[in-house]
């Protein structure tokens, strides 16, 4: 058997970015070290400027994670206790997490089963007369019906915080995600589209008065050093972070299109492999440039677990994006939701898989991927074995 028809593939592959560009990113690490300016700075403000201008907004505020941009955007907007604001029930934690450490009341909504994005028509029916925002999630790289959630939005006298935590890059109508709502947040974990050497994030916004705030409350809520108009945070980006962040930002548009390539890929060999009807790739909607963080597709459900421990056993990253659902997680047992209140996003935690996606996998990593999935069908669900091979 050659190599690659053995080897591992990872689910991602931060290592080989960084040795990628290690000169550049030495340099650059480099140069901060130097300086002695380690905390916001020049650097943080040259990567703001250089992301405001990527995402078309005028006013980009690094801070130190995406969990706090959005904690940021939030309190900024003047949200807290009493109001409402409407997450999807199926994304990452952070999304309802920082509602929450505001003192706001996350409202979940359903997603729409065939993109896994928030379904504005179930928005609708979770809107009460307290209802502030919506956290329109772009997950897994691709936008949410941003025409749709804009609509509710102004009718209903919303903000919308977009939370394009895994989707830097993608576009809805041609528009950035990100440039698409009041505020947005970006995160920049490094198994994001651009990803830092540790955590870091940012807020954008066209608000001058917005951004303005959200300046003052990531450093404790002071304009005047030493001097408070209101309580706010320790929320500062690292210059370092900032510096390895400038260098990868480059590579993001090569990036995005490596990964577009390989999503295509997947489609064309989930299609030649007969694998369609055991995994179902993912769906772009036509309004939507897919930037593909995660190549997520759909498996029977009684058959996605055992097929996450054959791949693993193979040395093959696989990861579920998201196994439990926000409704049903422990800590929000108090707001009284049931098993059951959404039935899409629950559907969708039982059957969504992640394959290996990272800009420079290969085909032939790609290819053995698929060949695993194959031998599990041939295996353990002969009845799904495709009909050419039957
Ligand atoms: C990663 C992520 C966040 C949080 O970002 P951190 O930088 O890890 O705090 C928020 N929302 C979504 C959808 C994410 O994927």
């Known amino acids: 058997m050659n190599r690659a028809a053995t080897e591992g593939v990872p689910l991602c592959d931060i290592a080989g970015q960084n040795a990628a560009l290690a000169e550049e990113i030495e340099a650059a690490l480099r140069r901060v070290i130097r300086s002695g300016q380690v905390i916001l700075g020049p650097e943080v403000s040259a990567l703001e400027a250089e992301v405001a201008a990527f995402c078309g907004v005028r006013h980009a505020v690094a801070c130190s994670s995406g969990t706090d941009a959005l904690v940021l955007a939030l309190h900024a907007l003047g949200i807290g206790p009493g109001d409402e604001v409407i997450v999807p029930t199926f994304t990452f934690f952070a999304t309802a997490g920082a509602v929450c450490r505001v003192g706001a009341t996350p409202v979940f909504a359903d997603i729409d089963p065939s993109t896994f994005q928030i379904d504005p028509a179930d928005v609708v029916r979770r809107l009460t007369p307290r209802s502030r925002a919506i956290i329109p999630v772009h997950l897994f790289g691709q936008s949410c019906d941003m025409a749709a959630i804009r609509a509710i939005a102004e009718e209903h006298t919303l903000y919308i915080v977009e939370d394009a935590a895994q989707a830097f890059g993608a576009r809805y ?48 809520g002071s304009e005047v050093r ?70 997520v597709v759909r498996v029977p459900p009684a058959h996605r677990d055992p097929l996450v421990q054959f791949l693993r056993n193979q040395q093959i990253g696989v990861e579920i994006y998201y196994p439990l659902c926000l409704h049903q997680q422990e800590c929000f047992r108090p707001l009284g939701y049931r098993r059951g209140d959404f039935p899409q996003a629950e559907a969708a935690a039982a059957c969504v898989l992640a394959l290996p996606m990272f800009p420079g996998i290969t085909p032939a990593q790609q290819q053995r991927v698929l060949d695993a999935c194959a031998a599990y069908v041939a295996a353990h669900a002969p009845a799904l074995r495709p009909a050419a091979a039957a």
């Open 226 to 295: 030493y001097y408070h108009r209101e309580i706010g945070y320790n929320m500062r980006l690292d210059a370092l972070q900032a510096a390895v962040l400038r260098v990868k930002l480059r590579q993001v548009p090569q990036w995005l299109e490596q990964r577009r390539q390989a999503a295509q890929r997947y489609d064309a060999g989930i299609a030649a492999a007969g694998l369609r009807h055991f995994l179902t790739p993912p769906v772009v909607h036509p309004r939507c440039d897919h930037t593909f963080n995660q190549y």
């Open 173 to 220: 109508d041609h528009q950035p995600c990100g440039s698409l709502g009041h505020a947005a947040a970006l995160s920049f974990y490094p198994t994001k589209n651009l990803g830092a050497l540790g955590d870091a994030g940012m807020v954008l916004t066209d608000q001058d008065g917005l951004a303005r705030r959200m300046r003052a409350l990531r450093v404790h």
